[in-house]
């Protein structure tokens, strides 16, 4: 989901890519169906959130930090899953083996965000739990071979950016709780896919490239954003375009002569961070601006955009950079600079779609030839076609243009 | 005054002799029999007249002078009053005493046309029977259908028995356990196995088209059953026959394209040549300036100039002979196929030997072997990366595919990920290779004059392996990749059972079979794959640098107690009924046997009138059935398997993941109370003869509805799992099959004959189960589905849909094109109305000329082919580019009021997003009808009959063509297209499909 349907419609619906043809043109244009993202629709819920069922229900007992696992995963599923579709199946979501529901109730998201805060919480207070499991999990933990702590400092992490979501409920108190959830997060280890030089292993952004080679090519506003502030994430995020240099697609252009994506998403084992300490700066500073707090802010800005320059290079951020992008103050820090930073940090992610929608930043212009006739970016993808057929509880939304809860 | 006479009763068209032939002495009662050397001897008075007669010939009587010699030829019987069919388990009766329809094929009329297969050589040869070929290229499989779909997942297809014992006709596909979709949709398109039996072999076929003829086959049968016969020998001197068929295959219709408009893109209205197909991001368009306006460039046919002639050769040599006591023949085949893509083929060699032989007086034994390798290369079609069609058809005129070497051997791509045709048929092979015995040996016992006990075990055995070559410098697997998997199934069935017959008072009869049967099937795939290649051209799995490999068995066995018992009132009146009870390892685990009956009753109303010069034989029908399929293996259990994490792009991610397994359920959730489903049949028919039998007609009416459907029906997602197999849903077909026959003239020189099959099926699905209005039949792409809807036939297309007024006019958006409904619908059926083959055969001396026409009436097609041809400016059409087009329909005036559009678009928007499939297009623009009318076959021979040669007994030359004149306003391929082939439920489905054939052939027999 973080390198499928979900990922790419995110990235080219807030313009750091550009569809170019065939499907990905589609979405480029607001052609958004709503059997375009069963396969991932059907991961969240059959891969992701129907296994952690099966382990709280099978094989909680005894292993509550295998428990614990379970909730953190099956809250990202969740939020990912109302994130992009609104309104779903929560209590009810991946039940069928467990008690046979197949039609699972859809909850309002604000239910779904109280539960995916729960599911951290009941997370949380399992993995403080002394001892070990009757199975431990160990190496087989594909992210932190059973690192109890770094689980803790996860769940934490999501329980901020999940707490962030809602300022348009309610600013204070999403930063409010923001902030206290991240009072509990340090640099211990960011949760990332990580992937093997196997076809089977391969990073999807890289196979996608390879499989699918004329369909996507990084965003115009993306590009033209990071050229403008010679951002040094340039030359990883994107490959030099046929005729030289980076370009980007502008929406609706079919510009196949932009730049792909480069070797910081799309390498063959390019790791993919799905919540990281960056993330969690940013979270900081955006609560604290709201909260009135510009200097605690400008400093995790800071921190953020220079962590991440070095994360993504591997080199510290140059002087000039740094001057312009990372020194901000008290006086000169702005909601927009820390979300267009947030936007080009957590690049190709939901994320930086979720942020577009809550914040409105960065400014985008629709594409002007989109196939709604409307001059507006989609708000959530439409309710999959298997939810509309088969669950005669669903909730079904077929226009893209309705917001979801939180960002009405 | 009394003396003994002899002589020897032959077969007027073979000149062979015929066992078994009564001669009886007129008003005496008195009489014998011919041997197996066709001779007999008899003492007879003079002036005695002789009544020789067998079943399928005229009787013909002679009386006897003062000769010593009485030689007799017997015709041919074209009334067939008392033709004899065989039945389910192999149970011979007169089609008479048939309270249901049957419908038999001679073997000649299989091998006529130089088909391979004989499943694809039944189309058009019976009514009720649909067969759906895959497209042109050797091998590929072939799909037969009875009286329509009856199941929605499982397999549709009839069961198919050689000699008595069922046998394997499966379509298998080669893929791994981490592919993630359809595994029809990938790869090649595999043979059906029927392909390993040697047409030759045949001698006639019976077609049992529902549950009332197939009633004894129980579950399996759920389909309809076809039971081949083959060749057996005759006893007498060693006759060997030989004979050599060439044929030639081409093309038979392609998409138009258009060879104006070179690569390139509209910028700003207009048009740019692009041709950087060296970087790799080419464009793909054909949307640029004219060729002629360009300098140093010129246009192309690269489809015309790909496709070759396909040659196809086959040989066959039979012997036939025996004694008294033993009869055999013995047959070898070899057939050398080239197809029109290059580097494909199919060969087969086969070998069968069938032997009878009476032990004692009582006891016979017989005995039949075949052997077959068949092996073959094919060609990956639709949207895969090797495919030939896709980039065949989205190459601009521009661009020469023929020069498709790079300097160091690698391929020179036009679309960049898609191999080159010419590259790909040369390094990306598939081939597979089979061997297969399948043989029976049986005992016939005699227990007294009314009563025998018969015997059958038969095995079918087989070893698929395949392979498949990616090789270094391919698009899909630059670093190169390898594919084996064997196929290892082995078949047995045994079969006990005893018969009797018995008359009473010269009215009453009675005719009974008692019996059992027990069948067991073993699979196992075994899959291997290795990537990363080393050394290029070393296809070895040890030149692997990353090895992949899995495996899956499936183990089902099911037994049954059977009777079938027919009662017959002076031979007019029948009435039989059968049933049969059933056990099965892939029943749920609640209730594991089922029962399946079956009452028929046949009438022939014509005994009762006085005979007359009209109506020579009528027969009232009727049956009504229960039959039944079995769940496949394993779905009453929820299992664990490996799951992949793919989005419908690429092929995912998937276990082992960086050396740690990982399994969790899989996405299709058992069912522990699983039952079979039910098909009740109901057929009504009436046979009549006219004029001396010479007009046939045999009509139908059946009525088939299938309950407890098994369903993989679709889930919400958000459940945790995407499908269950269910009994849920009923779903009824219907229809009509009406076969008539004549001899406009019948004479001693010249015959012509007419025969026609007419069937109309009519599907509809009635209930999908509670809440559920349309399930997903088997997943295709993300564009159209194949769906059960009711209300709607089974398999209907499903797929978004423009949005129109009441009254159907489009509704046009302010930018000049259609606006596209936001939710998906049926946009169309893909079976046809009805079909009808009609075969003319006119006889003169020894000439025989066939002609028979084959016509499709309905059935709509998915024709992504030719959408994507217009998106991309490659269709003949999309030539027609310098001008605007408006679209009819209405638009709003702005105040709500509809009014009709007059806004004019560009060319490239128009066959982009109306008649494309671009951005903002719906998929119903590109759904076709899919009628034809068609020369299936014609065919010309000329037989000398060589009487008195000692050598030579016979020579026939022929001269065949097949769908030599095709009529149809399909835009594409041969519309008989199937895009996924016979494993697969997907109908109406062309994605840059191979294309069809038209063949021509010459073959020459000797009779020796």
Known sequence: VYAGTPARTAGVLTQQLGGTADQMLAIDMYDIKEGDATNDWNNIYNNVIQPCNDIVAQYSEGNPHNKAMALVIKAMGLGVATDMWGDVPGQEGGMGNINGNFSPKYDAQKDIYAQIQSLLDEAIGLLKTAGSDVREVGANDLFFKGDLAKWLNTAYLLKARYAIHLTKKNANDAATKALDALSNVTNVGDLRATYGESYNENNQWFQFSQGRATLLRMGENLINMMKASNDPRLSVYAAVAPGGGYVGAAPGSENQNASELGTYMAGQTSP????????????????????????????AYNTAVLTHVQNATGSPAPAAFVTAYASETAASITKEKIMNQKYVALFAQIEAYTDWRRTGFPTLTPNPHNVLNKPAIPRRLPTDQNERLYNKNAVVTSDILKPVWWDE | QTRT??????????????????????????????????????????????????????????????????????????????????????????????????????????????????????????????????????????????????????????????????????????????????????????????????????????????????????????????????????????????????????????????????????????????????????????????????????????????????????????????????????SLSRADQKGIVPNTNFYRTSVRANFDTKVTQRLSMNASMSYAATEGTKAQNGSNTSGV????????????????????????????????????????????????????????????????????????????????????????YPTGQLEENTIRNRQYYSDLILSGHKEFNEKYSITANVGGNVTQTQTQNLYGRGTDLSIPNYNNLGNASTLYSDEATVLTRSSALFYDVQFGYKNMLFIGTTGRNEWSSTFGLHKNNFFYPSVNASFVFTDLVPKNDILTYGKLRGAIARGGLAPDPYT????????????????????????????????????????????????????????????????????????????????????????????????????????????????????????????????????????????????????????????KPYGALYASRWKRTDKGELIIGSNGLPIVDAQNGNIGNPFPDWTAGARSTFNYKGITLGVLFDIRQGGKIWNGTIARMHQLGRTEESADRERTYVIPGVTDDGTGKLIPNTQAITAEKYFKSYLGDGAGSATENAVYDGSWVRLREVSLSYRWNLKGQKIIRFIELTGTGRNLWLSTKYPGVDPETSLTGAGSNLTGFDYFNNPGTKSYAIGVKLGL
């Open chain 2, 636 to 791: 009453s259990l929820t299992y664990y398997v490996k799951p992949y994490f793919a989005d419908g792009f690429t092929d995912g991610n998937s276990f082992p993941f960086q050396k740690q397994n990982g399994f969790v359920y899989n996405n299709v959730i058992g069912n522990a109370n699983l039952k079979p489903q039910t098909a009740v049949e109901k057929e009504i028919g009436l046979d009549l003869k006219f004029f001396d039998a010479r007009l046939n007609v045999e009509a139908t009416y059946y009525h088939k509805k299938t309950s407890d459907l098994l369903v993989r029906r679709p889930l919400a997602g958000s459940s945790g799992f995407q499908k269950i197999v269910d009994n849920t849903g009923a779903m009824v077909n219907k229809g009509w099959e009406i076969s008539l026959s004549g001899d406009v003239i019948r004479s001693r020189d010249f015959n012509w004959n007419i025969n026609i099959n007419f069937t109309r099926n009519k599907n509809e699905v009635l209930e999908l189960g509670e809440g559920v209005s349309e399930i997903d039949v088997e997943p295709a792409f993300t564009s159209i589905g194949s769906f059960a809807i009711v209300g």
């Open chain 1, 272 to 299: 993919i961070t799905l919540a990281g300490y960056v993330e969690a700066l940013f979270i900081k500073a955006e609560a604290n601006l709201i909260l009135g707090k510009t200097q605690e802010a400008a400093d």
């Open chain 2, 5 to 330: 006479i002899t002589g020897t009763v032959k077969d007027s068209k073979g000149n062979s002799p015929i066992p078994g032939v009564s001669v009886a002495v007129k008003g005496k009662g008195t009489g014998t029999s011919t041997g197996p050397t066709g001779t007999y001897k008899l003492q007879v008075a003079n002036g005695t007249t002789l009544v020789f007669s067998f079943i399928g010939y005229t009787s013909q009587e002679v009386v006897v002078g003062d000769q010593n010699v009485v030689d007799i030829t017997l015709e041919e019987d074209k009334k067939q009053l008392n033709e004899v069919v065989v039945t389910a388990l192999g149970i011979t009766r007169e089609k008479k005493s048939l309270g249901y329809n049957v419908q038999s094929v001679k073997g000649e009329d299989l091998v006529r046309a130089g088909e391979n297969n004989i499943i694809e050589s039944l189309s058009s040869k019976a009514a009720g029977v649909q067969v759906i070929g895959s497209g042109g290229t050797p091998g590929a499989s072939s799909k037969i259908l009875i009286r329509g779909n009856s199941t929605f997942t499982g397999n549709n297809q009839p069961l198919i028995v050689i000699d008595g014992v069922p046998v394997d006709n499966s379509t298998n596909s080669t893929v791994s356990q981490t592919y993630p979709y359809n595994a029809n949709l990938q790869g090649v398109n595999n043979s059906n196995r029927a392909l390993d039996i040697n047409p030759d072999d045949i001698a006639s076929v019976t077609i049992l088209k529902g549950p009332s003829a197939a009633a004894l086959y129980g579950a399996r049968a759920g389909n309809g059953a076809i039971i081949y016969t083959t060749k057996r020998g005759k006893a007498g001197s060693v006759h060997v026959t030989y004979d050599f068929n060439a044929g030639f295959d081409k093309v038979s219709q392609l998409p138009k394209e258009q060879h104006i408009y070179a690569q390139g893109s509209i910028k700003n209205g207009v048009p740019v040549y692009l041709p950087n197909f060296t970087t790799t991001a080419p464009v793909v368009e054909s949307w640029g300036p004219k060729i002629s306006s360009l300098n140093g460039v010129t246009a192309h046919d690269n489809t015309k100039d790909f496709f070759q002639t396909g040659t196809n050769f086959t040989h066959n040599v039979s012997a036939t002979g025996g004694n008294d006591v033993s009869t055999y023949r013995i």
């Open chain 2, 389 to 476: 069609m896709l980039p065949l058809m989205r190459t601009p005129a521009s661009f020469d595919l023929k020069d498709y070497l790079k300097p160091d051997g690698s391929s020179k791509n036009f679309v960049n990920n898609y191999d080159n045709p010419y590259w790909t048929t040369a390094n990306n092979p598939f081939q597979d290779k089979v061997d297969r015995f399948v043989g029976n040996i049986g005992a016939n016992y005699e227990i007294n004059n009314w009563l025998k006990a018969t015997y059958k075990l038969g095995a079918d055995v087989y070893t698929d392996g395949r392979k498949q070559i990616f090789a270094i410098g391919s698009n899909g």
